[in-house]
């Protein structure tokens, strides 16, 4: 594999690497800030420890000369530690067993928070004792070089999103070479989102033509679809979080967007989004790891409708989901699923918000028992 025509969209190596940390060590102060990002640095006892922290950062980045030891000793060793520990009541997984350690895989996962989907699965993978994954993100998240120098030295692969239709089209062919040879070649593992953009509605639907895009960068060279896609080993993985930080904000998005018809973004909008996913409460968080797709496949639709089958079922429906299923279905089937949750607490939640919002949020909850139900029923 020739990793120089993929310089400008895969992650850091070599040289590249040393060159981002040392621009990355001449701003503290942003390091500062990130980690006040993570938790509050209001008392003399946060800032001192927010300190020790960076203090820390600085001591371990000193000793990084790859992507691998970035993941596993700056964002697995200290930041993700940091956001488990301030929002998180329990971080499990599942399913490990289906991977092995020498193998290399394409994860393909629900989407619901812009940085932490991809940075947990990365954690679990890192519990479980497999190896690390590069991941997939789109251009329009890198709003500086000190961004981009964090992104990149973290496994980050750039999706060029703000592209000329046609110029997107061949963009997309050489990102999808780049993924078949990483893993067919280098054997590294990736994971990309299965749709562009967050499942603000709570539906996890895989976007065919990233499937697709897969065996056209790979036509010319006589490859079937199905050899692709077996070679290529997708795994569907589902990330259940039990509270959505960002659900409201997500709702009111929508809201505005399906009575438009479009939602311009604001300026910092992803960025009040990445801060509230990573300091907001989740509650319970769950990661299951799904089967290895092989065998005979006519198109990308197929694939992708195995990759659905496969989170529908592994999503872990938390009470949340299930009560917010029965209140807005009027029923009481899982009922006993959800005895112990406190109702009024979480309605209240939702409390002197408008009245679409609040539907719509309340159905993002929703939707995942739905989908579940859907996969049973057919």
Not at 97 to 113: A, C, G, I, P, V
Not at 234 to 251: R, W
Not at 287 to 297: R, T, V
Not at 352 to 357: P, S, Y
């Amino acid at each position: 594999m020739d990793l120089t025509q993929y310089k400008d969209i895969a992650p850091y190596r070599g040289q590249d690497v040393r060159d981002a940390i040392t621009r990355v060590l001449a701003n503290k102060d942003a390091i500062h800030k990130i980690l006040a990002s993570v938790g509050p640095a209001e008392t003399e006892e946060q800032q001192k420890l927010l300190s020790q922290y960076a203090d820390h950062i600085v001591k371990n980045l000193e000793q990084v000369t790859n992507y691998d030891e970035f993941q596993k000793y700056i964002t697995a060793g200290i930041f993700l530690p940091a956001i488990i520990q301030k929002s998180v009541d329990t971080f499990s997984f599942s399913g490990m067993e289906h991977t092995t350690k020498e193998q290399s895989y394409l994860f393909m996962s629900n989407h619901r928070d812009i940085v932490l989907d991809c940075a947990l699965i990365d954690m679990a993978l890192l519990k479980g004792d497999r190896m690390l994954c590069e991941m997939a993100i789109g251009d329009n998240l890198l709003t500086n070089q000190f961004v981009t120098d964090l992104f990149k030295l973290n496994g980050g692969v750039t999706v060029k999103r703000t592209l000329p239709m046609r110029e997107k089209y061949l963009e997309s062919i050489r990102l999808s070479s780049y993924f078949v040879e990483l893993i067919t070649e280098e054997n590294k593992s990736i994971w990309v989102a299965q749709k562009s953009g967050r499942a603000k509605d709570g539906l996890d639907v895989t976007t065919p033509a990233i499937i697709k895009m897969l065996h056209l960068s790979q036509k010319s060279k006589g490859i079937s679809f199905s050899e692709v896609v077996n070679s290529c080993r997708i795994v569907p993985v589902a990330v259940s979080y039990e509270y959505d930080p960002c659900d409201l904000i997500k709702a009111g998005e929508e809201v505005a967007r399906l009575s438009r018809g479009e939602h311009a973004k604001k300026r910092y909008e992803d960025l009040i989004s990445i801060s509230r996913g990573m300091k907001g409460h989740k509650g319970n968080v769950h990661i299951a790891f799904g089967k290895p797709i092989a065998g005979e496949f006519e198109n990308s639709e197929q694939v992708a409708q195995e990759v659905d089958r496969q989170i529908h079922t592994l999503y872990r429906l938390w009470p949340t989901n299930l009560f917010a299923y029965d209140y807005l279905e009027n029923s009481t089937r899982f009922a006993s699923s959800y005895q112990d949750f406190d109702k009024e607490a979480f309605l209240y939640r939702f409390k002197g918000v408008r009245e679409d919002v609040r539907a719509f949020a309340l159905n993002a909850y929703a939707n995942p028992v739905r989908s579940y139900l859907a996969v049973q029923q057919s």
